[in-house]
């Protein structure tokens, strides 16, 4: 008989594991839309979409949109195809982002762009994005089309907002905000907000899991972007200093040159603009975001916009959902360390 | 006083004067919403849309929802949000398109993501698209939602078939009808069948405005490519040989390879694979559509088209718009010679 080791010493760690047992069988049933709706009788279509959409990707957004209805106790099926929808947006921005950044690997995997090239990566992302408006409109609902469309523009308006602020060191923490406000929560914040569409719940209601989302949604990338200069990440399938080799301007970033020396300035606006970007340069930029506890008050940061996504769902009665979303936020925020 | 000189010895050329005289008017209007709309408070945005925007377009898109809601006697407004909608849906496509390509001139003018880069161009074609679907949603039309949704996605279906079928010269006629059926075709019927949505009217008015777009679109891009091997032409802003030289296979070139001897199937997969683009291939294959009458029956296939899209509006009244609709396809199969 095997001995069964207890870790008993060792307090669990938050997880995303609750949400996505929570949502298991809805998810399986919004997979079952995702596949049939990506198929096309271009056979390139549902290979290339299907290289993303089955490539490892933690299904964050749609998990929110079923974690959110059973919140609500709603038991229906609307929300299958528009949880599917959610992530045909996703997918289709990420599909334009990898061309954007000509990127060449998402998730430990070579890009979309990297195996069939530009020009495909843009037309099936055009076609995804077509399909997920598709999909609302066979749900119906003009509010959820409108919530959707809403925020697919707030998403591409905070895209051309980052390209514009390319490379600029001084870009501050308000207009930082203001980007991935709009490229990431904008859609974190929708794909909760519909699941009190379709539930028909008071707009009260709807405001709270909004605010949840696009709470949720800032915190998550303030912590993605703090583990990028943590270098023993890698749960993530994002390796540590990509974003400073490609010389994204980030939180750790911004208050590490607004907290720097002028020599410290100096270097960042170098490494900011591309003219420093080696192994060496990247160890001395992680030496200045600790330096600085620039890592330490973006998680912090990261912290104060969970804590509002937790207070934003309070109203909700307790049971499992909350506790999974609770804990989902929790997992949000720990997952740099 | 000065004399009037009446050229009466030539007879009058089709004309799409008599259509953009009839919407005139509401085509003002449309172009408000446009202006309007296309705002961001993201500059970049509004500067580069506008530049293609104003950039000397015919807005036959826009144009067709206007005359067709004239043809069915709607004097209401929503037509002109749709209208503006289906032109935003056109433009983002150009933009895609123009990267896609990797073009540098459209309507003589240098192309925007020649100007400002690929990056830029296909993020503010992802909020042209997302602004086209809030238009939609504010008019509040499932029916038209569902109408422009699937001609979306049918178009990203196209231009990703046209991909997979790039510098292939055995083609074939079949496939090439698909592909512009759906890349040009599509908008055109769905611009046009709105407008019967937006009037009320019973399901075969519809499917005859539908009809009459969808052949105006096929007559419309085979011109187009018979235009680009006619070495006169140059009054739609496009020089001859362009198509040629990207090696894009059009039904120029499909009808002159099947009925060419070996020597110019030889001529033409090289040409077409990029290997002979000289303007003395060019010259050679002019000479090769012409000798095979690959030109004239490009433009037979035209007018086949062209008389569909007439006779799918016959059984309307006659009057103005009629008449402006019947002379704008008679404009678009003769534009060649």
């Known amino acids: 008989m095997s001995a069964t080791i207890h870790r008993l010493d060792q307090r ?35 290979e290339l979409a299907g290289h993303l959409i089955a490539g490892g990707g933690k299904r964050m957004r ?92 707030v998403i591409a308006e905070g895209e051309v907002n980052q390209l514009t602020a390319a490379r600029r060191v001084d870009l501050g923490e308000e207009r930082y905000l203001e980007i991935i406000g709009a490229k990431t929560a904008a859609l974190f914040a929708a794909a909760c907000r519909i699941a009190a569409v379709v539930a028909e719940r008071p707009d009260a209601e709807e405001a709270a899991l909004d605010a949840f989302g696009r709470n949720l949604g800032v915190a998550f990338q303030l912590v993605d972007d703090a583990i990028d200069y943590v270098s023993d990440a890698g749960t993530m399938g994002k390796d540590s200093g990509d974003d400073f080799r490609e010389g994204k301007v980030t939180l750790p970033v911004i208050l590490a040159y607004a907290r720097g020396n002028e020599e410290d300035r100096a270097f960042w606006k170098a490494a900011i603009e591309g003219r420093r970007n080696s192994d060496e340069d990247f160890a001395n930029a992680v030496a200045l975001v600790r330096g600085s506890r620039a890592i330490d008050d973006t998680i912090a940061r990261a912290r104060h916009y969970g804590q509002r996504a937790i207070d934003a769902v309070a109203m909700f009665p307790g049971g499992a959902a909350k506790a999974a979303m609770t804990e989902a936020v929790e997992f949000a925020v720990s997952r740099a360390y």
């Open 62 to 153: 749609p998990m929110l949109t079923l974690a959110s209805a059973r919140l609500l106790g709603y038991f229906g099926n609307r929300h299958h195809r528009l949880a599917a929808a959610v992530e045909f947006i996703h997918t289709a921005t990420l599909l334009h982002d990898d061309v954007v950044d000509g990127s060449d690997l998402r998730r430990g995997k070579r890009t979309a762009n990297l195996i069939w090239g530009n020009p495909a990566s843009i037309l099936v992302g055009d076609f995804l994005f077509s399909r997920s408006f598709e999909l609302m409109v066979e749900d119906g609902s003009l509010k959820v089309l409108k919530i959707l469309s809403n925020a697919s523009a």
């Open 12 to 46: 669990p760690a938050a997880s995303l594991d609750p949400m996505m047992q929570l949502v298991a069988p809805d998810m399986n049933l919004v997979n079952a839309v995702i596949l049939d709706r990506m198929q096309s009788e271009i056979p390139l279509i549902p």
